[in-house]
């Protein structure tokens, strides 16, 4: 099979006359395939684009698709709960029980929930509470770490080296134009997994930091393990000046364990925030924290709203989902990280046999690719002067053309519809485009 794109180009030539830039998210513009693709349809682990091309994807709506795309039995119970209605402005039944399942899942203890639609939204609410809570205005925010696009935390996800500023005292690089500037006046940018620098940020200002928010596994940045110690270091800094140690699990959550990175690393935050594959593909997100710290949002001083919050649709998907995993999760996980450790072996015996600089680094179904010949990459800075990210692109590019996609920034989502075969048919793709690049 020859793949080509040509009637993808000519749907994006003419989205271009009628949506902004032709996509609908920026991330799509960086395609691997030089062009936003077109698309018809998914189911499971595969996708096919308006050209008639076959791909086994591993983006999987960059992370929803814990179940791969659109799996049967959370249709199912969507489609039977859309006959109650769509959006009811009021509360119903199943909010409950999905609240229930969540906080049974989740390693914070004594802890209550609330729910929005997008990881954005939620990171948002997340900063109102810790700064209604702790009256201090400060946020510290690590660099490489992705919390959504508002103008509040848009710094320093991926900022160019020339400009990030010396790394005891990172400038807060804006990802955008047109941004509120003057929030960077309440965001301290540190260097992650280094204990020393954020140290050095509560001993500079020490009184004014409301919490710390951090990707605990990196997704955003090579899929990045915290060093052993490091999290809890940033914990007891969090507590000795009574700040909130904040959990952004929207990638993790729900996927590397049951309980997410909490349950894997063993340490829990204050408070924490959910979205991705909390409802299988559906719009979902969900803040959880400490009861004392959330009832700042339960008695009203902290603000929230939201016309499709707990939409009937995404409740009952979330429902599905949180039910699978409640019955499941020993074998669920169990299997599910036992291919992405299959896919973690492979790709680093390709890579040696082939003497290739292909580093694959992660944890059970998350895992990033990068080219580096370093043996490990530790955080935003490391990546962006170790990693090539041209060769990487065309490894994608090439990856496509053998029906193999995979995302724009090297994360790789594993779902439970991979099969032995697709794993099988990536590696040996992989293998040819190696040989190839
Ligand atoms: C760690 C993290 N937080 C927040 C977000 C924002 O989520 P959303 O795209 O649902 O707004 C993302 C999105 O990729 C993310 O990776």
């Avoid at 096919?48 to 992370?63: A, K, L, R, S, T």
């Avoid at 009256?135 to 160019?160: A, L, Q, R």
């Avoid at 090439?398 to 989502?413: C, F, Q």
Wanted: aromatic share 8%; hydrophobic share 35%; glycine share 8%.
């Amino acid at each position: 099979m020859v793949y080509e794109f040509s009637k993808s180009k000519k749907m994006y030539d003419e989205a271009k006359e009628y949506i902004a830039g032709g996509i609908s998210s920026q991330i799509r513009i960086n395609d691997p395939a030089k062009i936003p693709m077109f698309f018809t349809h998914a189911k499971g682990s595969k996708m096919w684009d308006v050209d008639g091309n076959e791909y086994i994807d591993y983006i999987q709506g960059m992370g929803p698709n814990l179940f791969g795309h659109s799996p049967d039995f959370i249709s199912d119970l969507v489609k039977k709960e859309m006959d109650r209605g769509y959006v009811l402005a009021g509360q119903f039944d199943k909010e409950i029980e999905i609240a229930k399942m969540a906080l049974e899942l989740i390693p914070i203890k004594n802890a209550t929930a609330r729910f929005a639609i997008s990881g954005t939204e939620i990171d948002q609410l997340l900063f109102r509470v810790m700064r209604g809570y702790t009256k201090k205005n400060k946020i510290v925010k690590f660099e490489g770490h992705y919390h959504g696009w508002m103008d509040s935390v848009n710094y320093s996800v991926h900022p160019p080296l020339d400009l990030a500023g010396d790394e005891n005292s990172p400038n807060p690089i804006p990802e955008s134009t047109g941004m509120d500037i003057n929030t960077s006046k309440n965001l301290i940018i540190c260097e992650w997994n280094d204990e020393e620098k954020i140290e050095n940020v509560f001993n500079k200002h020490s009184d004014d930091i409301a919490g710390v928010i951090t990707e605990p596994i990196l997704g955003n940045t090579n899929c990045i393990l915290p060093k052993k110690g490091y999290l809890e270091k940033v914990k007891s800094l969090c507590e000795t000046h009574d700040a909130l140690l904040a959990f952004d699990e929207v990638i993790t959550g729900f996927r590397v364990a049951a309980g997410g990175a909490q349950e894997l690393l063993k340490i829990t935050p204050h408070i924490a925030t959910y979205a991705k594959s909390m409802a299988g593909g559906f719009p979902m997100s969900m803040i959880v924290g400490e009861k004392q710290i959330m009832e700042e949002i339960g008695n009203g001083n902290v603000y929230h709203g939201g016309s499709f919050n707990s939409n009937i649709m995404s409740t009952a998907a979330t429902y599905a989902t949180l039910k699978y995993l409640q019955d499941s999760k020993a074998t669920f996980y169990e299997n599910l990280n036992k291919k992405g450790e299959f896919m973690m072996k492979s790709l680093k015996s390709v890579s040696k046999s082939l003497d290739s600089d292909l580093h694959v680094q992660g944890v059970g179904s998350l895992l990033s690719i990068s080219f580096t010949n370093k043996e490990e990459i530790i955080n935003w800075r490391d990546h962006a002067k170790n990693c090539d990210e041209n060769k990487y692109s065309l490894f994608a590019y090439e990856m496509l053309k053998n029906g193999i996609r995979l995302s724009s920034n090297g994360r790789m989502h594993i779902s439970s519809a991979h099969t032995q075969e697709d794993l099988e048919k990536t590696i040996s793709s992989t293998e040819k485009v190696l040989s190839k690049i």
